[in-house]
C-alpha cells in the first residue's frame, strides 16, 4: 500500500513543484529558464494529475460498484484504462477506439468490469464491476490517454466488505443459575466488534473475544459473556464502522433464567423465523412443557440494517 502511495503521489509532488518554480522564474538566467524549463516539462507535462485525490470507496462481497472517474477530454482517439495496484497485468479495464479492448485486462476480471458506452461520450468513464470479491479490495487508478498525453483521471480506494447475520445463542451456565451467552459472527471483514446489551441497552460485560482469520481472509469472532442479572431480552450487536451494523436479538423467559435445565441453543436464520417459531413452541411445548409451562417462548431473530 505504501508503494502504491508512493507511486501514485509522484506526479502531485512534480505539479506542485512546477507552481511554485514559476514564480521563481524571473530570478534566473536565461540559461537556468531553458534548463529548467526542459526539466520543468519533461517531469510535469508528460503526464497531467486533474484532482485526483483518493477516494474510499465501500462495498459489500457480490455486490456491484461503481467507482467514479470524469474526464473533460472529448476526442474519438480517447483511451480509458482503468487499472488496480499490485497485480500483473494490472489492467481492470481498457477502452480503445470506440470500445473495450479486453486483450490486456487480467484475467479475474473477465466479465465484471465494464463501462456505459453512452455515459463515455458525456465524459463519465466510471467503471462499474460487478461480483465483487475481497481481492478486489486495493487502490484504482483512472487514466486518459490521447496520443501520448496521459492524464491521471481519479484514484480511488475500494475496501471489499464482507457481512453476515450474528448468531446469539444461550446455555445454562451451571448451578448457580445465571447464563453463558455466546454471539457469532462468521466472515466479516474488515473485523467487526461485537458486544452484548440488556433490555435497557446497556452493555453486558463480556470475555475477550476469540477471533480466526479463514483462508479467504475473512475474519470469524466469537464472544461469550455471563448474564447474572434477569433481562427479558439480550441483544448482541455486530459493529464494523466501514459496514453496517447488525443486530441479533435474544428473548429470555424469566423461568428460563432460573430453571431451565438442559441446554438450549438455538440459531434461526431471518428467513426461517417464521417456521423456527412453530417448531420451537411445538418442541418446547414438548420437551420443557412442565419446567417451562408457563411461558411462553420466543425466539425472534432480527436484523436491522442502517447505515453507520
Ligand atoms: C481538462 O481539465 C484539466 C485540469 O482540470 C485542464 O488542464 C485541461 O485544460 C482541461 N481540458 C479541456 C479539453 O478542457
Ligand atoms: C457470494 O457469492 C458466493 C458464490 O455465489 C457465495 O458462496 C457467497 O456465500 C456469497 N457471499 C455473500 C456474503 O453473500
Ligand atoms: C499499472 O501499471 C502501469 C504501468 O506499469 C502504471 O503506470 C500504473 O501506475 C499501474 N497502476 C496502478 C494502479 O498501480
Ligand atoms: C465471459 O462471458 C462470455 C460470454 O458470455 C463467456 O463465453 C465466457 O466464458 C465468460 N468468461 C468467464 C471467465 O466467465
Ligand atoms: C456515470 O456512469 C455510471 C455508470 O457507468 C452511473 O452509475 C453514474 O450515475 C453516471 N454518473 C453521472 C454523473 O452521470
Redesign the pocket.
Known amino acids: 500500500m505504501l508503494q502504491?502511495h508512493r507511486?501514485?503521489r509522484r506526479p502531485l509532488v512534480i505539479s506542485r513543484t512546477c507552481w511554485t518554480d514559476s514564480r521563481a522564474f524571473l530570478r534566473f538566467s536565461a540559461a537556468h529558464v531553458v534548463v529548467l524549463s526542459v526539466v520543468v516539462f519533461a517531469l510535469c507535462c508528460s503526464t497531467v494529475s486533474a484532482d485526483v485525490t483518493p477516494k474510499t470507496i465501500v462495498a459489500l462481497e457480490n455486490e456491484t460498484v461503481t467507482l467514479p472517474c470524469r474526464t473533460n477530454r472529448t476526442s474519438d482517439l480517447l483511451t480509458v484504462e482503468w487499472?488496480?495496484?499490485e497485480m500483473s497485468p494490472?489492467i481492470t479495464l481498457l477502452y480503445r477506439h470506440g470500445r473495450e479492448t479486453v486483450e490486456e485486462k487480467n484475467s479475474a476480471f473477465v466479465n465484471r468490469t465494464k463501462l456505459l458506452l453512452e455515459e463515455v461520450k458525456h465524459g463519465n468513464i466510471s467503471q462499474v464491476i460487478s461480483k465483487l470479491r475481497l481481492s478486489d479490495g486495493g487502490?484504482?487508478?483512472c487514466r486518459t490517454m490521447v496520443g501520448k498525453q496521459r492524464q491521471v483521471e481519479a484514484a480511488l480506494d475500494l475496501i471489499v466488505g464482507a457481512a453476515s447475520e450474528p448468531k446469539l445463542t444461550f446455555v445454562p451456565s451451571g448451578a448457580n443459575g445465571g447464563l453463558t451467552l455466546e454471539c457469532s459472527a462468521e466472515r466479516w471483514f474488515p473485523k467487526p466488534e461485537i458486544t452484548f446489551h440488556d433490555e435497557n441497552g446497556k452493555e453486558i460485560e463480556a470475555e475477550d473475544p476469540r477471533i480466526d482469520l479463514d483462508s479467504a481472509g475473512c475474519f470469524n469472532v466469537k464472544r461469550r459473556a455471563s448474564l447474572q442479572i434477569v433481562t427479558n431480552g439480550v441483544t448482541c450487536r455486530v459493529h464494523q464502522p466501514l459496514l453496517k451494523r447488525r443486530h441479533a436479538h435474544i428473548y429470555i423467559p424469566d423461568d428460563c433464567m432460573r430453571s431451565c435445565t438442559s441446554s438450549i441453543v438455538w440459531s434461526v436464520m431471518v428467513t426461517a423465523a417464521a417456521l423456527g417459531l412453530c417448531a420451537v413452541a411445538y418442541f418446547l411445548w414438548k420437551k420443557y412443557g412442565r419446567s417451562c409451562k408457563s411461558v411462553t417462548f420466543y425466539y425472534l431473530y432480527q436484523s436491522r440494517r442502517k447505515l453507520s
Open positions: 502504491v507511486a501514485y487499472s488496480k495496484a494490472n487502490r484504482y487508478l
